[in-house]
Structure formats: C-alpha cells, structure tokens
C-alpha cells in the first residue's frame, strides 16, 4: 500500500524513481481508507535524508499510511532550510488537539552534551509528555531512546568510551518476539553512538522487555514496554548504504580522530564501497512495530 505525504516533498519523486509507490495528499483525498496516521519527529540534521530513509522503509508494509513531520518549535536547521521546514513541517502547536496511531522520534548527534544543555530539551520532554496522552505507540531512535529513557525512567545518560559506530552482529534475545518475527538468529545493523545501553542498567530503573541485544556485548538492541505503546531502538535500522561513510568522512574534514567504521568498508578501506547486509532486518522491524504495535492496538476512531 502506499504512504501518503505532502505533494512536493523531495521524497515523492526519488522513492518513485525506485519503483516505491507514493500517493500525495491531493490523491489520498479520494480514496475511502482509514490510513494509519503517523507522526515523524525529524531531529536529524540532514533532514531530507533521513525523510527519504524513513519513507523509503516505511513503505514496506500493505498498510496506508498518513504520515506528517514534526519539528522542534521555532529550532534553526544548519543543513535544511527554512523553506522546506516550513513547506513540510510542523510544529507541536500544530497538532496539540489531534492523536496519532504511530510516532517515530529520530536520533541526534547529541551524544556527548549533557541532557540539560540541549538546547530545545524541555520541548523534547513537551513531546514526549504529550504523546503519552496522543499517540498509540511512539518508536524511538539512538539518541531519542536514551532522551526517553532518561525522561520516563529516570535512567541516567551513560557514554562509552569509544563510538559504536559500524555495523554490528546482534542476537535475538526472545524467538516468539513480535517485534522480532521473522527475524534470524543473528543479524546486523548500523550504530553511530556514544550513548551506552547496558541491559542490567536499564534493568535497574525500568521493566521494559528486551527483545534484542548487540552480539558479544552488554548493550540492548530492541526494548518496549509491555503495552506495546513505547518502543527504543539503540542503532540505525534505517540507514542507507553510504550513511555511515558520509558521517565517517565529515569527520575525517573536521580533523576528528573518528576511527574507519567497523565491518562496513572492505577491507576497512573507505575508498571502497561497502554492501547493505541489514536492509532486510530493518524492514521486518518497522513492518512488525506498525502490524503488532500500531494496527493491532490503536482505535479505528483517533478521537
């Protein structure tokens, strides 16, 4: 089925170039399909990037979505411009009356600054707080599941000492998972992360399940509540191929001492182009999050 979005977003005509089928509002207008609604909380820098990821993954499922952007209110972009967040996004204003049957929270690159000195971090906890009370399920993503943990939980922020940044083997920690269905033994996904995600930590301040862990570490991979309505995932199932190489470069110019990306390069050589070995497991991830956590559970009527 497909996902319905703004007309001229950039997405519409790169996902059509890849055969992915997009209807734009003016279209959705006619059709008699109660869509899934689904709100997007776009905190990446590069945001029509990672609009293009999530669209593109999202997709995937025989479901129609709705989906809509979200911004931090009156929050400066360095790499989008003020046109294109203000064509396509918005604020939380916007929408404080409406529910939602989904909302995905994205990571930033706010690994190493102290929750309190983010600069919008008391309109994250505005967000959070609100969706608590408008949204059937809200997925949260690298730094937006630690913010989250650390918001709902009281779970303190704790930093690695060095960056899981690669793509790594994980291990499915419950075989009757919905989140996890269909899933192998054994998967990879891409981390880009200061942030440390201990299980016998998280064990400590929540009883979330576990669903999944990051192979040959303490670290979780899939957590969720056991109403399904809250869900963090500690990597970046959505990434594309050359994500990983254009933050491992951008580094690189900045003077960084950002090590190669592990198990991505070949041969660890970034001149060379690395393959995609997690696109599948992510599909299955978002596919099982909208089937078991958000169809299954939200009310046919949002009021």
């Not at 949260?140 to 599941?145: D, Y």
């Not at 110019?253 to 599948?280: A, I």
């Amino acid at each position: 089925m497909p996902i319905k979005v703004p007309d001229h977003l950039p997405a519409v005509k790169l996902l059509r170039d890849e055969n992915i089928f997009v209807m734009t509002s003016s279209r959705a207008t006619i059709k008699e399909i109660r869509p899934l609604k689904l709100l997007i909380l776009n905190l990446m820098p590069k945001k029509i990037d990672t609009e293009n990821q999530l669209l593109r993954i999202l997709s995937n499922s025989p479901l129609q979505l709705d989906i809509k952007f979200l911004r931090v209110d009156g929050h400066k972009s360095k790499n989008t411009s003020n046109e294109h967040l203000k064509n396509f996004y918005c604020e939380l204003n916007d929408v404080y009356n409406d529910n939602y049957d989904g909302l995905i929270v994205t990571g930033a690159p706010l690994g190493l600054i102290e929750f309190r000195n983010v600069s919008y971090w008391s309109q994250i906890k505005k967000i959070i707080f609100w969706a608590q009370e408008h949204v059937t399920s809200t997925l949260f993503i690298c730094w937006a599941a630690q913010a989250a943990l650390n918001i709902l939980y009281d779970v303190p922020k704790k930093i690695r000492n060095n960056k899981l940044f690669g793509v790594f083997n994980h291990t499915v920690l419950n075989s009757y998972s919905l989140l996890t269905r269909g899933f192998d033994n054994n998967f990879f996904v891409p981390h880009s992360r200061y942030a440390d995600f201990s299980i016998q930590s998280i064990t400590n301040y929540t009883d979330l399940e576990f669903h999944a862990k990051v192979e040959l570490s303490s670290d979780a991979y899939i957590m969720s509540t056991m109403d399904k309505r809250l869900v963090f995932v500690t990597g970046h199932p959505e990434y594309d191929l050359l994500t990983l190489a254009h933050e491992y470069h951008r580094d690189v110019g900045l003077s960084l001492t950002t090590k190669v990306p592990c198990n991505y390069f070949p041969k660890d050589n970034p001149e060379l182009l690395p393959t995609v070995n997690w696109r599948s497991h992510g599909n299955l991830l978002f596919l099982n999050w909208l089937n078991y956590y958000v169809y299954q559970i939200t009310p046919f009527h949002l009021s």
